[in-house]
């Protein structure tokens, strides 16, 4: 089955600095890959998602970047603000949704 | 317009008890899933459904059952309660799209068993 594998497990940035996170995954068939943000004691909720027909993809501060041919795609935030402070976690699909362990962002101010 | 609403949102049970969780959707989904959610293991996947009548087992389905009798809800059973089953679960949905598409979280269910 697939087997996606994310980094790093936690996070600290500098309010204002950048943040990237980065996935890999195994099954060459995965076809859709998306990002969920869970604040501490809510639902996990879709931040952005890009398909394998795509190489990048833009959500005003949020940005997630597919290499097919490496099997890894990432995570990037730009601009960081306190409410970004939340466990990321990447995500790869072929029938069947398959979720990295998460990433606990911190954001310093 | 609710989205994914899970009742109970707390629950203790003894080991060997059962208990049901239910997981309500007003989207029209045809895709619906259950989920646990263990510290530093992310969210794994016990069973789904891709409509009603029809279920399928997930990553980790054994201790549980589920049922789809109506399209908009999700039922997952634990026959028989173990510590090992003391989690947070998930229910989410999606449309045509399936696993493809974006899935929408309910707000969970926190379930420890003593």
């Known amino acids: 089955g697939e087997n996606v594998e994310q980094h790093p497990s936690t996070l600290s940035v500098q309010e204002g600095d950048s943040a990237v996170i980065k996935c890999t995954y195994s099954?060459?068939?995965?076809?859709?890959f998306p990002w969920y943000k869970q604040e501490l004691g809510k639902r996990p909720q879709l931040i952005i998602d890009?398909?394998?027909?795509?190489g990048e993809k833009k959500d005003q501060r949020i940005a997630v970047t597919l290499n097919k041919t490496a099997k890894h795609f990432s995570l990037h935030i730009t601009e960081t603000q306190p409410e970004d402070s939340a466990v990321y976690f990447c995500?790869?699909?072929?029938?069947?949704?398959?979720f990295g362990t998460g990433t606990r962002l911190t954001i310093i101010p | 317009n609710a989205g994914v609403t899970q009742t109970p949102k707390f629950r203790v049970l003894k080991t060997g008890q059962s208990m049901t969780l239910l997981c309500a959707q007003d989207?029209?989904?045809?895709?619906m899933y259950w989920y646990r959610q263990d510290p530093g293991m992310g969210l794994r996947l016990i069973h789904y459904?891709?409509?009603?009548?029809?279920?399928a087992k997930g990553e980790v389905p054994d201790g549980y059952n589920v049922s789809r009798l109506k399209k908009q809800n999700f039922l997952l059973g634990l026959e028989s309660a173990a510590p090992s089953q003391t989690s947070v679960y998930f229910c989410?949905?999606?449309?045509?799209?399936?696993?493809?598409?974006?899935?929408?979280f309910g707000d969970g269910t926190r379930l420890s068993i003593l």
């Open positions: 989410a949905s999606s449309a045509g799209q399936g696993a493809s598409g974006p899935q929408h």
């Open positions: 099954d060459s068939a995965s076809n859709y």
């Open positions: 890009i398909r394998s027909n795509v």
């Open positions: 995500a790869a699909s072929w029938g069947k949704l398959t």
């Open positions: 989207m029209n989904h045809e895709y």
């Open positions: 459904s891709v409509g009603e009548g029809t279920t």
